[in-house]
């Protein structure tokens, strides 16, 4: 029998390895895949240099209830998140979320308003 933690390891490195085989670009917000049912999507977000999550850890920030973020990938690498791991401004972060999530996401990762 497989653990919840070895799935989600598989899916998460389905999904990135899918990710560099098709050669999408990372830039802003993208959808990527919706999971049905209900409105959860797979979304790509583009980490403003300006955001007020740069160079703070997941574990700081207020990330929404319905939304996990699962990849960082920044330059050449990829990197799975845990909750010590520190975004920087120009980083893309791959999440899955609903759409209000989504939207509460676009505000961290964006730039200052």
């Known amino acids: 029998m497989f653990s919840c933690a070895y799935i989600s390891f598989v899916f ?3 999904l990135m ?3 560099v085989v098709e050669g999408m ?3 802003n917000i993208l ?3 919706k999971i049905n049912p209900g409105n959860y999507s797979i979304v790509q977000v583009k980490v403003d240099v300006h955001s007020k999550a740069a160079n703070k ?3 700081d920030l207020i990330i929404p209830a319905n939304a996990a973020l699962i990849a960082i990938s920044r330059g050449k690498d990829t990197i799975i998140t845990r909750g010590d791991t520190i ?3 120009g980083d893309n972060i791959l ?3 609903d759409r209000n999530a989504q939207i509460k996401t676009n505000k961290i990762f964006g730039p200052v308003e």
């Open 95 to 97: 999440l899955l979320a």
């Open 25 to 27: 670009d990372l830039k």
């Open 31 to 33: 959808t990527l895949m």
């Open 12 to 14: 998460k490195s389905f």
């Open 87 to 89: 975004i920087n401004g």
């Open 17 to 19: 390895s899918h990710i």
């Open 57 to 59: 850890a997941i574990k």
